[in-house]
């Protein structure tokens, strides 16, 4: 049965948690980029660079172009208008800069570059100012408005990889260490003018790993950003996906020849290292493993063994030890938990079950702790996205009951999650937006926001302090109280050995669903639950002496 939902922004204030904020996220706009309700963002990244973030913004005549700030509303500054050209035939074209990738003192980033009657996208360098803002090379020089369509970059040691088509190799691996001479196709992997079709990189330990093509067929390859120490793996085999772990390379693989039977598989670099390390999914059907994650001493991913459906497992690093977490979604039904990220001991994820649509959910790793934390939205899957942890808080975009997106944060893994919005804001909810992006630089959280009818999709910022409990007068008292079983389903005991004068039990959305004042003193409470609906409880305990403490429980 679901829990009764309602968006409530100061969820732990009106309910008294004993676990109180630190320090309330309190949104402030870093620049109004262009005046009134237009949009300042051009983009949807933001990267640090040498102490500066770098992102794409609009100009006054809504042309997406590289921008840069320090942080303060002085120091946000267009970088440079790449797009717009000057000669006898001027050209104003949206460069749509991005993939800013730092290398050394500089920046590297992709742009649309124009000159006169050309546009090409192209690989830039830039020193962080206008004039050291530069196209670093023609790399496809063949005819005049030829495109080499730089992408991928990466870094990997002292130089940066990339893709690129130069007119005569197809689309294949580059590299540069940021100087014009010292940018060059590393490899020609499919011979001739066939591209390699590399999709994708995973940097570890400054190895590139990454499937591509060449005459016999897809393979493994790594490279360092050196010639010699660019080569193949293993031929044949398709990939993607790669997580170290246990001293090996996990990632999903398949050998088929039609792209079928995407398992399990493991690396240690070589050819013969290269192995199947369980067939999750017997036979030519794909188990597809994905959303690998590192926590606690295992790795965690999405995967169908073809009974399941798409559900949470983890993988300690052997074969016996790679199991279902837990039937999210009982039956072949699909929960697809995505985007899992560890906070606060646990990990957290978006999936759905049989009785919601996607929502937040957290895991300890069994199937008994991995439960829906908050059921956002009452009619529709809120898809909360987007996570990242800062300042010892968990952020994320969910949609909320108004059928908009809103950032929302959880402080610590046993409190509520509530809507982070600035005191002067007045349109609600903020609609999600292709140039939404977080960044962290100097103790702030940047990201792109729209709170107020006056002002369009801009930079913000949220300056805090680190978060962790500030209001328990005795925090020993924990070791002192108790709550079992815990999971429960219809009943759960609390005992304690000091003098208890009020217990309050509320949910997710702040009802008080259990109260009960201690006049005679009791110490121990057998507390029945039957008509409860599953989900996350928070108990509240005063004792004679005022101290407080709130712990979660869960019904199952």
Same mark, same amino acid.
């Given at each position: =049965?679901?829990?009764?939902?309602?968006?409530?922004?100061?969820?732990?204030?009106?309910?008294?948690?004993?676990?109180?904020?630190?320090?309330?996220?309190?949104?402030?706009?870093?620049?109004?980029?262009?005046?009134?309700?237009?949009?300042?963002?051009?983009?949807?990244?933001?990267?640090?660079?040498?102490?500066?973030?770098?992102?794409?913004?609009?100009?006054?005549?809504?042309?997406?172009?590289?921008?840069?700030?320090?942080?303060?509303?002085?120091?946000?500054?267009?970088?440079?208008?790449?797009? $717009?050209?000057?000669?006898?035939?001027?050209?104003?074209?949206?460069?749509?800069?991005?993939?800013?990738?730092?290398?050394?003192?500089?920046?590297?980033?992709?742009?649309?570059?124009?000159?006169?009657?050309?546009?090409?996208?192209?690989?830039?360098? %830039?020193?962080?100012?206008?004039?050291?803002?530069?196209?670093?090379?023609?790399?496809?020089?063949?005819?005049?408005?030829?495109?080499?369509?730089?992408?991928?970059?990466?870094?990997?040691?002292?130089?940066?990889?990339?893709?690129?088509?130069?007119?005569?190799?197809?689309?294949?691996?580059?590299?540069?260490?940021?100087?014009?001479?010292?940018?060059?196709?590393?490899?020609?992997?499919?011979?001739?003018?066939?591209?390699?079709?590399?999709?994708?990189?995973?940097?570890?330990?400054?190895?590139?790993?990454?499937?591509?093509?060449?005459?016999?067929?897809?393979?493994?390859?790594?490279?360092?950003?050196?010639?010699?120490?660019?080569?193949?793996?293993?031929?044949?085999?398709?990939?993607?996906?790669? +997580?170290?772990?246990?001293?090996?390379?996990?990632?999903?693989?398949?050998?088929?020849?039609?792209?079928?039977?995407?398992? +399990?598989?493991?690396?240690?670099?070589?050819?013969?290292?290269?192995?199947?390390? *369980?067939?999750?999914?017997?036979?030519?059907?794909?188990?597809?493993?994905?959303?690998?994650?590192?926590?606690?001493?295992?790795?965690?991913?999405?995967?169908?063994?073809?009974?399941?459906?798409?559900?949470?497992?983890?993988?300690?690093?052997?074969?016996?030890?790679?199991?279902?977490?837990?039937?999210?979604?009982?039956?072949?039904?699909?929960?697809?938990?995505?985007?899992?990220?560890? $906070?606060?001991?646990?990990?957290?994820?978006?999936?759905?079950?049989?009785?919601?649509?996607?929502?937040?959910?957290?895991?300890?790793?069994?199937?008994?702790?991995? $439960?829906?934390?908050?059921?956002?939205?009452?009619?529709?899957?809120?898809?909360?996205?987007?996570?990242?942890?800062?300042?010892?808080? +968990?952020?994320?975009?969910?949609?909320?009951?108004?059928?908009?997106?809103? $950032?929302?944060?959880?402080?610590?893994?046993?409190?509520?999650?509530?809507?982070?919005?600035?005191?002067?804001?007045? =349109?609600?909810?903020?609609?999600?937006?292709?140039?939404?992006?977080?960044?962290? =630089?100097?103790?702030?959280?940047?990201?792109?926001? =729209?709170?107020?009818?006056?002002?369009?999709?801009?930079?913000?910022?949220?300056?805090?302090?680190?978060?962790?409990?500030?209001?328990? *007068?005795?925090?020993?008292?924990?070791?002192?109280?108790?709550?079992?079983?815990?999971?429960?389903?219809?009943?759960?005991?609390?005992?304690?050995?000091?003098?208890?004068?009020?217990?309050?039990?509320?949910?997710?959305?702040?009802?008080?669903?259990?109260?009960?004042?201690?006049?005679?003193?009791?110490?121990?409470?057998?507390?029945? %639950?039957?008509?409860?609906?599953?989900?996350?409880?928070?108990?509240?305990?005063?004792?004679?002496?005022?101290?407080?403490?709130?712990?979660?429980?869960?019904?199952?």
């Amino acid at each position: =049965m679901k829990q009764t939902k309602r968006i409530v922004s100061l969820l732990v204030a009106s309910c008294s948690f004993s676990i109180a904020i630190a320090q309330h996220p309190e949104p402030e706009l870093v620049k109004d980029i262009i005046p009134g309700s237009e949009s300042g963002l051009g983009g949807n990244e933001g990267k640090v660079s040498n102490n500066k973030i770098f992102f794409a913004g609009y100009t006054n005549d809504f042309k997406s172009e590289p921008w840069i700030t320090d942080g303060t509303e002085a120091g946000t500054t267009m970088l440079k208008n790449i797009g $717009y050209s000057f000669g006898l035939f001027p050209l104003d074209f949206d460069s749509y800069p991005s993939e800013f990738t730092a290398l050394g003192s500089k920046t590297l980033f992709v742009a649309t570059y124009s000159n006169e009657s050309i546009t090409d996208r192209e690989l830039f360098i %830039t020193d962080g100012t206008t004039a050291g803002t530069n196209r670093l090379k023609n790399i496809n020089a063949t005819y005049f408005d030829a495109v080499s369509n730089a992408r991928l970059l990466r870094k990997v040691g002292d130089r940066v990889i990339f893709v690129a088509n130069d007119g005569i190799h197809g689309s294949e691996l580059w590299v540069t260490d940021g100087t014009t001479a010292g940018t060059f196709m590393l490899k020609d992997i499919y011979i001739g003018a066939p591209e390699s079709a590399i999709s994708q990189f995973c940097v570890i330990n400054d190895k590139a790993y990454f499937c591509a093509n060449d005459a016999v067929g897809p393979s493994l390859w790594v490279t360092d950003g050196s010639v010699a120490g660019t080569y193949k793996i293993k031929s044949n085999i398709y990939c993607q996906g790669f +997580l170290p772990f246990d001293g090996k390379i996990f990632m999903a693989a398949s050998t088929s020849v039609l792209g079928e039977d995407w398992e +399990l598989w493991t690396t240690d670099g070589t050819s013969a290292g290269t192995l199947l390390f *369980k067939d999750i999914n017997p036979g030519l059907a794909s188990s597809f493993p994905t959303q690998f994650c590192e926590w606690n001493g295992k790795i965690f991913f999405s995967a169908n063994d073809g009974t399941h459906g798409y559900e949470l497992w983890s993988s300690d690093g052997t074969v016996a030890g790679t199991q279902i977490v837990k039937d999210i979604f009982p039956g072949t039904g699909n929960a697809e938990p995505e985007e899992l990220i560890p $906070y606060d001991g646990k990990l957290f994820f978006s999936a759905q079950s049989s009785s919601s649509n996607y929502e937040l959910w957290v895991s300890d790793g069994t199937a008994i702790g991995t $439960y829906q934390y908050a059921d956002i939205m009452s009619t529709e899957s809120s898809n909360p996205t987007l996570f990242v942890e800062y300042n010892n808080r +968990l952020y994320f975009i969910a949609q909320s009951e108004a059928s908009t997106y809103q $950032y929302w944060c959880v402080e610590g893994a046993n409190n509520p999650p509530f809507v982070v919005m600035p005191a002067d804001a007045d =349109m609600g909810p903020s609609a999600i937006y292709e140039g939404h992006f977080y960044v962290e =630089m100097n103790g702030s959280l940047y990201y792109s926001a =729209m709170y107020k009818s006056d002002i369009g999709w801009e930079l913000y910022k949220i300056t805090t302090t680190p978060y962790e409990p500030t209001s328990i *007068k005795n925090i020993d008292m924990t070791a002192t109280i108790s709550l079992y079983p815990n999971p429960f389903r219809d009943e759960f005991t609390l005992t304690a050995e000091q003098a208890i004068t009020t217990i309050s039990i509320v949910d997710v959305s702040g009802k008080t669903v259990w109260q009960h004042i201690n006049s005679n003193k009791a110490k121990t409470f057998s507390i029945n %639950t039957h008509d409860w609906m599953n989900g996350i409880y928070f108990v509240k305990i005063s004792t004679q002496d005022n101290s407080t403490i709130t712990k979660t429980i869960v019904k199952y």
